[in-house]
Nanobody, 123 residues
Framework: VQLQACGGGLVQAGGSLRLSCAAS????????MDWYRQAAGKERELVAG???????NYAESVKGRFTISRDNAKKTLDLQMNSLTPEDTAVYYC??????????????????WGQGTLVTISS
């Protein structure tokens, strides 16, 4: 099982970016999916999360600016980021609680991280 994130880049303050994350593999079910970020010299923090029933939660710092969404059929997770500020500069990681079949067809539940995508906001 892999999580592949994309969509990062360099934008000016006030701009927008959309991050996407796609899960692949012999997936049975994906429970909570989240976006985290880690700025230079800081700890990784939760940005937003969404359950498989669509309930969302956001960090206070991004409420009203970011929107998290998922497509359960496509096994994708998105993060629409608007009104970006330099304080949003970080490496963004997708995260998921995944249930999948192992190569030996056993039932496995694990936490998986994407590889990270860099978001840089210039002032």
């Amino acid at each position: 099982v892999q999580l592949q994130a994309c969509g990062g880049g360099l934008v000016q303050a006030g701009g927008s970016l959309r991050l996407s994350c796609a899960a692949s593999g012999r997936i049975i079910r994906i429970d909570d999916m989240d976006w985290y970020r880690q700025a230079a010299g800081k700890e990784r923090e939760l940005v937003a999360g969404v359950t498989n029933s669509g309930m969302t939660n956001y960090a206070e710092s991004v409420k009203g600016r970011f929107t998290i969404s998922r497509d359960n059929a496509k096994k994708t997770l998105d993060l629409q980021m608007n009104s970006l500020t330099p304080e949003d500069t970080a490496v963004y990681y997708c995260f998921a609680n995944v249930v999948y079949y192992s190569p030996s067809d056993t039932y496995v539940a694990e936490k998986r991280w994407g590889q990270g995508t860099l978001v840089t906001i210039s002032s």
